[in-house]
Every structure is written in C-alpha cells, then in structure tokens.
Nanobody, 118 residues
C-alpha cells in the first residue's frame, strides 16, 4: 500500500505565502504524476497544479503566476509554493499521486486546510 501525508496548511493573511508538502511512503513502484487539488466549501474538487514525471507542469488559470508545483523524486515528495494568497484560495488542499507501470493507481492524501483571511 501507499500512504500520502500532507503538511503545511494553516491560516494566512491575504497576500501571504504558504508551502504545502506531500510525501509518499510504502510500496512505491513508479510515480507517474503528482498533483494538488482543492475543494472549497460547497464547491467541487478542482485541479490546482500537476507535474509529470518529466517535469511538465500545468496550472489552473486562477493560480498561474502565484503558485508553483515542484517535486523531489528522491524523497517521493511534491510541493506547492503558494504566494500572493487570496481569500478565494481558502479550501482543503489534497495531493494526488499516480503510481504504477502498465496498471496505474491514484492515491490521495488526507487533505490540509488552507485559510486565507485577515
């Protein structure tokens, strides 16, 4: 089995920064892709940023220029640097990793709450 553990959420003022981390442990064969998703109260979960095993990144329009996703393959860890945070960024943030070779499985973290408020 694979476990994802997230950290780094919290309360921050508008304009502030936070860095989220998500580390995978367990039976990890090959991490194909890593990503961050978020779900605000009363809304559906949405993709925030993803990074492939080749380093290709993709961001939601709402976070482009403010958020940066990165990965440390040696540590099986993905990061999300969030700058210039806005109240509308308030949500539970989840990491996801796609792991496997011919047969791939999605694994999700437990979620970490990010609250942007003055």
């Amino acid at each position: 089995q694979v476990q994802l553990v997230e950290s780094g959420g919290g309360l921050v003022q508008p304009g502030g920064s936070l860095r989220l981390s998500c580390a995978a442990s367990g039976s990890i064969s090959r991490i194909v892709a890593m990503g961050w998703y978020r779900q605000a109260p009363g809304k559906q979960r949405e993709s925030v940023a993803v990074i492939s095993n080749t380093g290709t990144t993709n961001y939601a329009d709402s976070v482009k220029g403010r958020f940066t996703i990165s990965r440390d393959n040696a540590k099986n860890t993905v990061y999300l640097q969030m700058n210039s945070l806005k109240p509308e960024d308030t949500a539970v943030y989840y990491c996801k990793m796609v792991i496997g070779w011919a047969y791939k499985t999605d694994y999700w973290g437990q979620g970490t709450l990010v609250t942007v408020s003055s």
